[in-house]
């Protein structure tokens, strides 16, 4: 079983160690700064300081630090992950399919998103990935994922309609995650459509245009005419570019399930996007409670692949259930071991539900009382 000691924890965490040990008091361990905590002590203490922490494999014997965007300083360029966001039948996905030219809203129920879907574009010689995102107020927690696993957002608000309530949630999901956003003001075609009006109201929730002084790109977009769409993607990558995004393709794949089905004649279908390292059919992955080894891997385009490389959306068969969207998936080096981390997380979620349900039943009886 892993242990890490209290100071290497504290300097992964990059938090003082009298902190680490206060925080540890709470989760009812004393220790000391050269004290070795277990993984499970050492898991509960980083959820406190939202950060994720995944065990290493055993011969290594530590725990590494797991962010959802992480920089690889020893990585190589990466493609940027954009995500599309904003208020409902704002155009989200007709800009996307615009982008694409192809033609997913006439497929989609009632022209209503309803998952996360991944794609990647190639701009001149970029590759960029998009992640269309549903409008409907019933979906923050989608927009929420959505603003973390994403290096730019694209915000749209069309300029008929204006700034709508699933759009103010859209800036502040960017704002908590620190998101720099681009604004396409769609619509333009449209008989009504102020873009003016749209930036007056940007500036009320602190966003203030480009040209009115600020440093909010904004870009009238149609995605009917394709007007403005081409500047709209220069922004992209000039934005992506100061970045300077990199990852380890050299590494064991992790990243995170975008979107998961169960298939009739399939089984568990599940859409990985790869954060950093590169996932290759074979490989045994677990992902909350579900693992299992890859099968076969297909593209964005529906293609069989061997292998998907950073910043790669990558549709997989092979695991043993339906994962979450929004799930975390590590690769691990054998299947006994993702099947054993996949357990273990089972466990731990059990005895999680017991102790609350425990407590209810102590808090029913005080009542009654
Ligand atoms: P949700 O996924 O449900 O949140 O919607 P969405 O933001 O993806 O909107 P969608 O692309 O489905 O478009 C909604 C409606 O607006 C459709 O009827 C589109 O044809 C229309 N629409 C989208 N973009 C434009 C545009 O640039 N001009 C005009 N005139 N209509 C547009
Ligand atoms: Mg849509």
Redesign the pocket.
């Known amino acids: 079983e892993g242990t890490i000691s209290v100071k290497e924890l504290s300097d992964k965490l990059k938090k003082p160690v009298t902190e680490v040990i206060r925080e540890l008091i709470f989760v009812g361990v004393m220790a000391g700064i050269n004290q070795e905590i277990d993984f499970e002590t050492a898991e509960k203490l980083c959820k406190k300081f939202d950060v994720q922490a995944i065990e290493k494999e055993e011969e290594e014997g530590a725990v590494e630090e797991d962010t959802d965007l992480e920089e690889d300083i020893n990585g190589v360029k990466r493609s940027p992950i954009i995500t599309v966001m904003?208020h409902?039948?704002?155009?989200?996905?007709?800009?996307l399919d615009a982008i694409k030219q192809t033609d997913v809203?006439s497929t989609e129920a009632g022209?209503?998103?309803q998952h996360i879907g991944a794609y990647t574009v190639k701009v001149n010689n970029e590759t960029l990935t998009f992640l269309d995102t549903?409008?409907?107020e019933a979906f923050t927690a989608m927009r929420a994922r959505g603003a973390k696993i994403t290096d730019i957002v694209i915000l749209?608000v069309a300029a008929d309609d204006g700034i709508m309530p699933q759009t103010v949630e859209a800036i502040n999901h960017c704002k908590a995650a620190e998101v720099p956003m681009i604004i396409a003001i769609?619509?333009?075609?449209?008989v009504g459509a102020n873009p003016d009006r749209v930036k007056q109201e940007l500036t009320e929730h602190g966003l203030v245009a480009e040209d009115w002084g600020g440093d909010v790109i904004c870009v009238p977009v149609?995605?009917?005419t394709r007007e403005g769409l081409e500047q709209l993607l220069e922004m992209v990558v000039l934005s992506s570019e100061m970045m300077e995004l990199k990852a380890d393709p050299d590494r064991n794949a992790k990243g995170t399930v975008v979107e998961a089905r169960l298939d009739k004649g399939r089984g568990p279908v599940a859409t990985l996007l790869v954060q950093n390292g590169t996932l290759k059919v074979g490989d045994s992955i677990y992902v909350g409670t579900t693992y299992g080894r890859i099968r076969a891997m297909f593209n964005d385009k529906g293609e069989k692949i061997k292998e998907a490389g950073p910043s790669m959306p990558a549709e997989i068969l092979g695991l043993s259930d339906v994962p979450s969207s929004g799930e975390r998936f590590v690769v691990a080096k054998d299947e006994k071991t993702a099947r054993a981390r996949a357990d273990k997380k089972a466990e731990s979620i059990r005895q999680e539900k017991f102790q609350k349900s425990h407590k209810v039943s102590l808090e029913d009886l005080y009542s009654q009382i």
């Not at 409902?88 to 800009?95: E, I, N, P, R, Y």
């Not at 769609?186 to 449209?190: A, G, L, S, V």
Request: charged residues 20%.
């Open positions: 904003g409902v039948d704002h155009g989200k996905t007709s800009l809203t022209g209503i998103t549903p409008g409907h749209v769609n619509k333009m075609d449209k149609s995605a009917h």
